[in-house]
């Protein structure tokens, strides 16, 4: 029987929606009409997550500074800059039918557990007490111009790219990063590298990073993984689909989970909590799941700005003048702040130089209409199979994503998806003129992307891998060049390939798999070596010997990681850019291919192949250098271990070191001196950021990014499906669903992710009753402004 029964009053209902939270914290929606169950996942979604969702908004409409005052100012002027500034009719229309309907109903579940939470304090989660301020009351276009949280890869690269010519030339380029399908770099014509200042990205970073996020040493990149496997290759003759995306490791989890029932909808699966439906997960008909694909939906333009008159910027043989856009933005123990925004024909100015006479502005697909990321899914989220699943797809505009989906009768497939810019006459790699030369035409039709249905080899995985089919036209209708190394894509299609018996727990096994195909591929190089330093020879004989298994308590995974990543790496790159650079450049180009302290953000394409194929970068006998770099790495190594660990090697684990420590946004507010909840863990952790289960660190070997969400799906029988989501569902320090699944979560165990109604019963541990209220419903205030005060006639009956 359940534990405990709540029933609250929500105005807008218009009948009874119950929702059965499950043994694990998975709420379950049971609701007589769709805008009943939007409603009522609004409503708990607040109840779950309410800091959360209200930080997400703040953040992305530029109102930090009223909770936390002017030292967050420049973030919220940021933010400002990349919100949707278009119609909004045209943004609602984008998606497709019933996205708005949905989204107002969500919203209108929010404000009515917002208007609760005013009316009885006892309901506040403890973070806006800590900081004295309300939540505040949102509208339906707040979700849809919010678009600083999807996943953006190419203006970084582009400006790192243009850094890297600038300084050091197109050799060191080659050393930083691998271009994927080859390809030889053209600085565009117009363009003059020297005058893009090293800090051009400051305001775009502001913008897309929360502030929270700044100090944290190393993120690595985000990414995922996902597969098919069709009925021939599994032991129950049914598909399995598997998705574990890869994302910063917060306190709140990024995702949350929810089951959607109502009459036209009964999907199941994660979502962001701020956004309405699910992305990640199955209705009963098909399943699906979602990775990067990395398509170019930036650039950087610059402009050269007319000396005496800086806001007007050459275009098209003219002064054209740029478009300001004052705000207000409040200010917490201050006045309002009045904040300028610029704007070019291309998008946001984000830095200007008037003595230099120069501008940058972002022009970005992801600011148009229908783009807002991953709010697209509900218009997939009810498709009753492969073909309107695919025919949703066509709408989806950001970020670029691996699609997979399997449906009951068998059918497996892969479908990328988003909008891919036209550019009649450059390759998006670099930054280019703002001058009126280079224009996007357009975007390249959605049919034109490569997708593939049923496969011959029984199995479809992505990884954020280069997936373009050989032959297909990228110089002409050009994706990306850039993507992330093959590593986990490689050893999961080995792994896929070689058997016809998968089960769910197989997958899950996989997706936590740690086998570092880096240290499998470097062993060889051990062969033969010797040293009279027995630190070193203890050393190469454990790596020897080792499985290559960057498991938690294993010793040679630690000796590996820190020797691999912080020794014998560098070192290899100082002679690579020894052969290219005097001495007194190397340091400096050093610190662009290999950026201090970000140990998972250099090109492991690059690292592997100077140690295994490196032709003459390394000179006339690479072999030497590589043994003499091995031999001459390895004692500073094994003193870092043990200046870090002590002077026991056997206490020298990968786990000792490598622990996730989820962090509360507060904690970087508040340090030491926040409450014990705005920490989790610390827990040993296995794998780095090239394992299938990715788990980068930065410099204090915490993990920073991977995957804290994961599922498994059995398409035909849904209850044996399964999950992670780590700490937990819910984000109320208070709730005992706050971490309850974080120790599980780190030795890798799933949970039933269950779909039938009688299996929800079975597992039931509590009721929420959502209920019209009795009488009139009272009127909506026309405007809610976070200031507002009152309620909305929410009654809470316990």
Same mark, same amino acid.
């Given at each position: 029987m359940p534990s405990r029964t709540t029933a609250y009053d929500v105005p807008g209902l218009t009948a009874p929606v119950e929702i059965r939270v499950d043994r694990w914290g998975v709420p379950h929606l049971y609701a007589a009409s769709q805008d009943d169950l939007f409603l009522a996942q609004g409503f708990n979604a607040a109840r779950d997550r309410l800091f959360q969702i209200d930080l997400w908004r703040r953040r992305g409409l530029g109102l930090l500074s009223e909770v936390f005052g002017e030292s967050c100012l420049e973030h919220d002027r940021a933010a400002r800059l990349f919100l949707y500034r278009g119609d909004m009719a045209d943004e609602w229309s984008a998606y497709g039918p019933g996205t708005e309907r949905i989204t107002s109903a969500f919203v209108r579940g929010i404000n009515a557990y917002v208007a609760l939470c005013r009316d009885d304090p006892d309901h506040l989660p403890p973070e806006f007490t800590l900081l004295g301020h309300l939540p505040a009351y949102w509208e339906p276009a707040d979700v849809a111009r919010i678009r600083s949280h999807g996943l953006y890869y190419n203006l970084e690269q582009e400006v790192a790219r243009a850094l890297t010519l600038r300084d050091h030339g197109p050799a060191v380029e080659d050393l930083r990063r691998v271009r994927e399908p080859a390809h030889d770099l053209r600085v565009p014509d117009?363009?003059?590298?020297?005058?893009?200042?090293?800090?051009?990205?400051?305001?775009?970073?502001?913008?897309?990073?929360?502030?929270?996020?700044?100090?944290?040493?190393?993120?690595?990149?985000?990414?995922?993984?996902?597969?098919?496997?069709?009925?021939?290759?599994?032991?129950?003759?049914?598909?399995?689909l598997a998705n574990d995306p890869h994302r910063a490791v917060t306190l709140p989890a990024l995702r949350y989970l929810a089951h959607l029932s109502a009459p036209g909808i009964d999907a199941i699966g994660a979502g962001e909590p701020a956004l309405p439906g699910v992305s990640i997960g199955h209705n009963g008909r098909i399943a699906f799941g979602l990775t990067v694909f990395p398509i170019d939906q930036e650039d950087l333009y610059v402009y050269r700005t007319r000396p005496e008159e800086p806001r007007a910027y050459w275009y098209d043989g003219r002064w054209?003048?740029?478009?300001?856009?004052?705000?207000?933005?409040?200010?917490?123990?201050?006045?309002?702040?009045?904040?300028?925004?610029?704007?070019?024909?291309?998008?946001?100015?984000?830095?200007?130089?008037?003595?230099?006479?120069?501008?940058?502005?972002?022009?970005?697909?992801?600011?148009?209409?229908?783009?807002?990321?991953?709010?697209?899914?509900?218009?997939?989220?009810?498709?009753?199979?492969?073909?309107?699943?695919v025919a949703a797809m066509r709408r989806w505009g950001a970020p670029g994503e691996n699609q997979v989906y399997a449906a009951p009768d068998g059918t497996i497939?892969?479908?990328?998806?988003?909008?891919?810019?036209?550019?009649?006459?450059?390759?998006?790699?670099?930054?280019?003129?703002?001058?009126?030369?280079?224009?996007?035409?357009?975007?390249?039709?959605?049919?034109?992307?490569?997708?593939?249905?049923?496969?011959?080899?029984?199995?479809?995985?992505?990884?954020n891998q280069m997936n373009l089919p050989p032959g297909y036209p990228n110089a002409d209708r050009t994706v990306t060049y850039d993507w992330s190394a093959p590593a986990r894509h490689d050893r999961i299609a080995a792994e896929l390939a070689a058997r016809t018996d998968w089960t769910v727990a197989d997958c899950v096994r996989l997706q936590t798999d740690h086998t570092s195909p880096a240290a499998r591929r470097i062993q060889p190089l051990l062969t033969g070596l010797t040293s009279d330093d027995p630190a070193v020879a203890w050393a190469l004989d454990r790596l020897r010997g080792w499985d290559a298994r960057l498991a938690p308590e294993s010793v040679p995974a630690a000796v590996f990681e820190v020797w691999y990543r912080r020794h014998l790496r560098p070192a290899v790159l100082e002679?690579?850019?020894?052969? #290219?650079? !005097?001495? *007194? /450049?190397?340091?400096?180009?050093?610190? $662009? %291919? @290999?950026? +201090?302290?970000?140990? =998972? &953000?250099?090109?492991?394409?690059?690292?592997?192949?100077?140690? #295994?194929? !490196?032709? *003459? /970068?390394?000179?006339?006998?690479?072999? $030497? %250098? @590589?043994? +003499?770099?091995?031999? =001459? &790495?390895?004692?500073?190594?094994?003193?870092?271990?043990?200046? #870090?660990?002590?002077? *026991? /090697?056997?206490?020298?684990?990968?786990?000792?070191?490598?622990?996730?420590?989820?962090?509360?946004?507060?904690?970087?507010?508040?340090?030491?001196r926040g409450p014990h909840w705005t920490r989790v863990g610390p827990a040993p952790r296995g794998g780095s950021g090239d394992t299938v289960d990715a788990t980068a660190y930065g410099a204090d070997f915490r993990q920073t990014g991977g995957a804290t969400f994961r599922l498994v799906i059995d398409v035909g029988d849904w209850d044996a499906s399964v999950a992670m989501n780590a700490p937990g569902q819910s984000g109320d320090p208070d709730s005992p669903h706050h971490h309850d699944l974080f120790a599980d979560w780190a030795a890798d165990r799933a949970f039933p992710l269950l779909h039938s109604r009688a299996a929800v019963e079975r597992h039931t541990s509590s009721v929420i009753m959502l209920r019209p209220p009795d009488g009139p419903r009272p009127a909506a205030p026309a405007e809610r402004r976070d200031s507002d005060h009152g309620n909305c006639g929410v009654t809470n009956h316990r």
């Open positions: 117009g363009l003059d590298l020297s005058v893009i200042p090293d800090d051009v990205l400051r305001v775009y970073r502001l913008a897309t990073t929360p502030p929270w996020e700044n100090s944290t040493p190393c993120r690595g990149p985000d990414g995922s993984n996902n597969w098919v496997i069709a009925p021939s290759r599994t032991a129950t003759g049914r598909p399995l054209e003048p740029m478009t300001r856009v004052t705000e207000t933005v409040p200010v917490r123990g201050k006045r309002p702040a009045t904040v300028e925004l610029w704007f070019t024909r291309h998008g946001p100015v984000i830095h200007d130089d008037p003595e230099r006479g120069t501008a940058f502005a972002v022009r970005a697909a992801w600011l148009g209409p229908g783009m807002a990321p991953y709010l697209g899914s509900t218009g997939y989220m009810t498709a009753d199979g492969p073909d309107a699943f497939g892969w479908q990328p998806a988003g909008h891919v810019p036209d550019r009649p006459n450059w390759d998006g790699t670099l930054p280019v003129p703002g001058d009126g030369r280079y224009e996007w035409a357009g975007r390249h039709p959605v049919d034109t992307l490569p997708s593939v249905r049923d496969p011959a080899q029984g199995w479809f995985a992505t990884a002679q690579a850019l020894a052969r #290219l650079l !005097p001495p *007194d /450049r190397r340091a400096a180009a050093l610190a $662009r %291919v @290999l950026p +201090t302290g970000e140990a =998972a &953000t250099s090109d492991p394409r690059v690292d592997l192949g100077l140690l #295994l194929a !490196p032709g *003459d /970068r390394l000179g006339p006998d690479p072999g $030497r %250098v @590589l043994r +003499t770099a091995v031999l =001459a &790495t390895l004692p500073a190594a094994l003193a870092e271990l043990g200046g #870090l660990l002590g002077p *026991d /090697r056997d206490r020298w684990t990968w786990g000792a070191l490598h622990q996730a420590e989820p962090r509360h946004p507060l904690a970087a507010w508040l340090g030491e």
